[in-house]
């Protein structure tokens, strides 16, 4: 697969890391192109994956939640549908279909009719190569108002099945212990709320401004 010129570039610009950092006042919405971690309000852990593979279901590399603040593994760049890329600063819109890209390992949030290995409830992976994946990489974001708030909690909606992105506390072992699994569920309920946290917010000028340290 062809890498994407706009996923690379992003990447490319975050290696400087001397922004900086970004006030409430300097941007209030969640935009286009931002690298950030997603806390699960609920149970307080951040959305991460790693290489590591499920040892069930689809085999793909695992996403889970993580109490520690400061792990990178936890960072995901926001973007456009596959084909439709959005502008990069742009606000992201209540209602907006985006992908999560995952930094470290380039691959897509992703779910699909496969079972959870802990819950049974339906899996979520990280799957693709290089930023691309397929149409199940595709989110809707469900909060209130015009655009997506940094301080609000939003659902994250799979399009391809209709399931809500939530933890509801069931803990890995070996390899990944202590570690939340993070799944799919059919009704929207507090397990899957999630808000900004650490991240890079590009602003509307694609200015990348800090919210916290990288």
């Given at each position: 697969?062809?890498?994407?010129?706009?996923?690379?570039?992003?990447?490319?610009?975050?290696?400087?890391?001397?922004?900086?950092?970004?006030?409430?006042?300097?941007?209030?919405?969640?935009?286009?192109?931002s690298?950030?971690?997603l806390?699960?309000?609920?149970?307080?852990?951040?959305?991460?994956?790693?290489?590591?593979?499920?040892?069930?279901?689809?085999?793909?590399?695992?996403?889970?939640?993580?109490?520690?603040?400061?792990?990178?593994?936890?960072?995901?760049?926001?973007?456009?549908?596959?084909?439709?890329?959005?502008?990069?600063?742009?606000?992201?819109?209540?209602?907006?279909?985006?992908?999560?890209?995952?930094?470290?390992?380039?691959?897509?949030?992703?779910?699909?009719?496969?079972?959870?290995p802990?819950?049974?409830?339906?899996?979520?992976?990280?799957?693709?190569?290089?930023?691309?994946?397929?149409?199940?990489?595709?989110?809707?974001?469900?909060?209130?108002?015009?655009?997506?708030?940094?301080d609000?909690?939003?659902?994250?909606?799979?399009?391809?099945?209709?399931?809500?992105?939530?933890?509801?506390?069931?803990?890995?072992?070996?390899?990944?212990r202590?570690?939340?699994?993070?799944?799919?569920?059919?009704?929207?309920?507090?397990?899957?709320?999630?808000?900004?946290?650490e991240?890079?917010?590009?602003?509307?000028?694609?200015?990348?401004?800090?919210?916290?340290?990288?």
């Open positions: 697969t062809n890498q994407n010129p706009q996923f690379t570039s992003v990447f490319l610009d975050l290696s400087g890391c001397d922004w900086p950092l970004a006030r409430d006042s300097d941007l209030s919405s969640v935009t286009c192109g690298l950030v971690k806390l699960n309000t609920r149970h307080n852990v951040r959305l991460h994956s790693h290489d590591v593979k499920y040892g069930s279901g689809s085999g793909q590399q695992s996403v889970t939640g993580v109490d520690a603040a400061d792990d990178a593994n936890s960072y995901w760049q926001i973007r456009g549908k596959p084909g439709r890329p959005c502008t990069r600063g742009t606000p992201i819109k209540c209602g907006q279909h985006v992908r999560f890209t995952h930094m470290k390992t380039a691959r897509n949030l992703h779910s699909h009719h496969f079972s959870s802990l819950s049974s409830n339906q899996e979520v992976s990280a799957f693709g190569e290089r930023g691309e994946g397929d149409d199940l990489d595709v989110w809707a974001v469900q909060c209130d108002g015009e655009h997506w708030e940094r609000d909690s939003v659902r994250l909606k799979h399009v391809g099945t209709d399931v809500f992105l939530a933890v509801t506390g069931e803990t890995y072992g070996h390899p990944i202590g570690q939340r699994e993070v799944h799919g569920m059919s009704v929207p309920g507090p397990h899957g709320l999630w808000r900004t946290m991240g890079v917010f590009i602003q509307p000028s694609a200015e990348p401004m800090r919210h916290d340290e990288l």
